[in-house]
């Protein structure tokens, strides 16, 4: 280690040499030197302590920041798989409407919803983060708006569809427990009467007197007669296009205007009118035009007793009236 240099000079009263003392101009040089080393130096730790020692202030917003940006981040995920779902929930909406309602989806469900996966958060200011957020989740609500409204519409064509179902005679008028009682079925039969072929626009039960008619599908008691030779007859308003004709009855047990539903009993078999012996001649039309009612027992037959009672009724070549 150097030796620090001292400065000697001769004093001639001591007749020695002796340490130089310092000028005052040296002395305060050399303070003036220290002080601005000491500034500098301090400047330069508080410049370091600021950028790089946060206050407890700064500590705290800066993890609310991060917070905030975690929660943005799982906020956008479930985002996103709402969206999906909504999308699945779209897709099944319009099958529903296509295949069992058979109509159009709402115009306002068609539309895609979402803008693809979640936008990362890097990079974005907090003014950007919210906003992009604030659009997305308004464009989520309106898309629920109008799931909601499809939903909705949906309901009521449901409600018209369980009408429709209940408005299809699918029984049979009388319980028949045994298949040969169906005595004649529709299209050209030769008439009991007139020993003529005519067109029979029905099916003939041929069952004891006074056994029960049961109403095939919920209706309204038509306020008019039947007329024709089918004696104490009743004719139900099923709505749709759907009427259903019971003739021949021994007895009516319902009056006109009267709300009647599917197997509520409605009259009971005779032989009134122009017939031949005791038997439900039973009709099915739909908008004016009588039809094979043989297709519409669909509820308590099974296949197998459905195509015994196709062939009775096609291999009758008599009717009752």
């Not at 500098?40 to 730790?45: L, N």
């Not at 009516?252 to 017939?275: A, E």
Request: charged fraction near 20%; include cysteine.
């Amino acid at each position: 280690m150097a030796r620090k240099k001292i400065k000697y000079i001769y004093n001639p009263d001591t007749l020695r040499y002796e340490p130089a003392k310092p000028k005052p101009r040296e002395i305060l040089g050399r303070v003036l030197w220290i002080l601005a080393t000491g500034i500098v130096f301090g400047g330069v730790v508080i410049l370091a302590g600021w950028r790089f020692l946060a206050s407890p202030s700064e500590k705290k917003t800066a993890r609310e920041l991060e917070d905030m940006r975690v929660k943005y981040e799982l906020l956008s995920k479930r985002t996103e798989l709402n969206e999906k779902v909504l999308t699945d929930l779209r897709r099944r909406d319009q099958n529903l409407y296509r295949a069992i309602f058979e109509a159009e989806p709402l115009p306002g469900t068609m539309a895609e919803i979402g803008a693809g996966p979640y936008v990362k958060f890097e990079g974005l200011s907090n003014n950007e983060l919210v906003t992009f957020s604030k659009e997305r989740i308004d464009h989520l609500s309106s898309q629920i708006v109008a799931q909601s409204q499809s939903y909705d519409r949906l309901f009521q064509l449901a409600k018209q569809k369980e009408q429709l179902l209940r408005a299809i005679p699918a029984i049979m008028p009388v319980h028949v427990k045994d298949l040969t009682e169906i005595a004649s079925g529709f299209g050209n039969r030769v008439h009991p009467v007139y020993k003529t072929q005519k067109f029979h626009a029905g099916i003939d039960f041929t069952a004891p007197t006074g056994t029960p008619i049961y109403a095939t599908a919920d209706g309204t008691v038509n306020t008019e007669p039947c007329g024709g030779g089918y004696g104490l007859c009743i004719l139900l308003n099923h709505g749709f296009g759907y009427q259903s004709l019971y003739a021949h009855c021994s007895q009516i047990l319902v009056k006109p205007g009267q709300q009647v539903s599917r197997g509520q009993l409605i009259g009971k078999v005779g032989s009134t009118g122009l017939s031949t012996g005791p038997h439900c001649h039973y009709e099915v039309h739909i908008n004016g035009e009588a039809v094979d009612p043989v297709n519409f027992f669909i509820s308590d037959v099974s296949p197998e007793e459905f195509s015994k009672i196709l062939q009775i009724s096609q291999n009758a070549s008599k009717s009752f009236d």
